[in-house]
């Protein structure tokens, strides 16, 4: 069974960073395609940023130029680097876990992120 654990999360003043961590285990970590999706209260699930099995990415226009999704085989790790906070991104964030072979999909418990002054 495949297992991801967020960490990084917090609460930031507008125009602040963070940086978010994804660690996985009880899978081979290189073929997944791996994303951070973001949940707002009252809204629906969106998909912030993705990045391929060979490093390829895609972000939502709305954080494109802000964040930074990248990925450490090594350590079975994924990030997201986020710069110039502001308080509409402010959301659970979730890591994901895409086999683009047997099409399933892992999810992370999801870690908070709060902008605010």
């Known amino acids: 069974q495949v297992q991801l654990v967020e960490s990084g999360g917090g609460l930031v003043q507008p125009g602040g960073s963070l940086r978010l961590s994804c660690t996985t285990s009880g899978g081979i970590f290189i073929r997944y395609v791996m994303g951070w999706y973001r949940q707002a209260p009252g809204k629906q699930r969106e998909l912030v940023a993705v990045?391929?099995?060979?490093?390829?990415?895609n972000y939502a226009d709305s954080v494109k130029g802000r964040f930074t999704i990248s990925r450490d085989n090594a350590k079975n790790t994924v990030y997201l680097q986020m710069n110039s906070l502001k308080p509409e991104d402010t959301a659970v964030y979730y890591c994901?876990?895409?086999?683009?072979?047997?099409?399933?999909?892992?999810w992370g418990q999801g870690t908070q992120v709060t902008v605010s002054s």
């Open positions: 990045i391929g099995r060979y490093g390829n990415v």
């Open positions: 994901n876990a895409h086999s683009p072979t047997s099409r399933d999909d892992y």
